[in-house]
């Protein structure tokens, strides 16, 4: 399995980044997809997950009503839409695959990708 994460940069305050993630080696349409995030000293955070459907979305309390995860079955593609951007938000941010569950605990994910840094500075 492969989970190719980009989109990341640096950007300013209050703008604007889309992440993707293209999968690849497993069974895109049957798999529950996450977005979580690490900053430098912390520990990794819930971002948000989406069901195989797009039935169902769930969304950690710093992404809610900013940051909006999508998915394109036929492109085998997870999205990330994040706006008001803060400097709080600068980490690296990982997508991830679930055989299962809408789950916001990490440990529920089996496949990982490598990670894309946002930094969001003036």
């Known amino acids: 399995v492969q989970l190719q994460a980009s989109g990341g940069g640096l950007v300013q305050p209050g703008g604007s980044l889309r992440l993707s993630c293209v999968a690849s080696?497993?069974?895109?349409?049957?798999?529950?997809m996450g977005w979580f995030r690490q900053a430098p000293g912390k520990e990794r955070e819930f971002v948000a997950a989406?069901?195989?459907?797009?039935?169902?979305?769930s969304y950690g309390d710093s992404a809610k009503g900013r940051f909006t995860i999508s998915r394109d079955n036929g492109a085998s593609t997870v999205y990330l839409r994040m706006s008001s951007l803060q400097p709080e938000d600068t980490a690296v941010y990982y997508c991830?695959?679930?055989?299962?569950?809408?789950?916001?605990?990490?440990?529920?994910?089996?496949?990982w990708g490598q990670g894309t840094l946002v930094t969001v500075s003036s």
């Open positions: 989406i069901t195989a459907t797009s039935s169902l979305k």
């Open positions: 991830a695959a679930n055989r299962g569950y809408l789950a916001r605990e990490s440990f529920y994910y089996s496949d």
């Open positions: 080696g497993l069974t895109f349409s049957d798999s529950v």
